[in-house]
């Protein structure tokens, strides 16, 4: 079993950013992929991005409504995934969630999920 606790949500002014972090608990985090999600208010759950993770190079893949504003990274030794968000716009706005899964998958199959952490962009 996994747990993932994400921190890092706020409030931020349009333009600004943000860092999300999400850590793990128990499973080996290395070898999962880790992904970001979002659910905006009233809204279906949606995809942010993911990092592979394993032996081999890291790929990462992104949404397009956060390709070249948003930054996916890990670090294994500290069982941490995190989320960079630049230049952030009020459609940002979103309770963000971190997953982990073995393979690259339809997300609504991915095993772990964290409990979110809000992000607020004032316009």
């Known amino acids: 079993q996994v747990r993932l606790v994400e921190s890092g949500g706020g409030l931020v002014q349009a333009g600004g950013s943000l860092n999300l972090s999400c850590a793990a608990y128990g499973g080996t985090f290395g070898s999962y992929v880790m992904g970001w999600f979002r659910q905006p208010p009233g809204k279906d759950r949606e995809f942010v991005g993911h990092?592979?993770?394993?032996?081999?190079?890291?790929?990462?893949q992104y949404s397009d409504p956060v390709k070249g504003r948003f930054t996916i990274s890990r670090d294994n030794a500290k069982n941490t995934v995190y989320l960079q968000m630049t230049s952030l716009k009020a459609e940002d706005t979103a309770d963000y969630l971190c997953?982990?899964?073995?393979?690259?998958?339809?997300?609504?199959?991915?095993?772990?999920w964290g409990q979110g952490t809000q992000v607020t962009v004032s316009s």
């Open positions: 990092i592979t993770g394993g032996r081999g190079r890291l790929t990462t």
């Open positions: 997953a982990a899964n073995f393979a690259v998958v339809p997300y609504k199959t991915w095993q772990f």
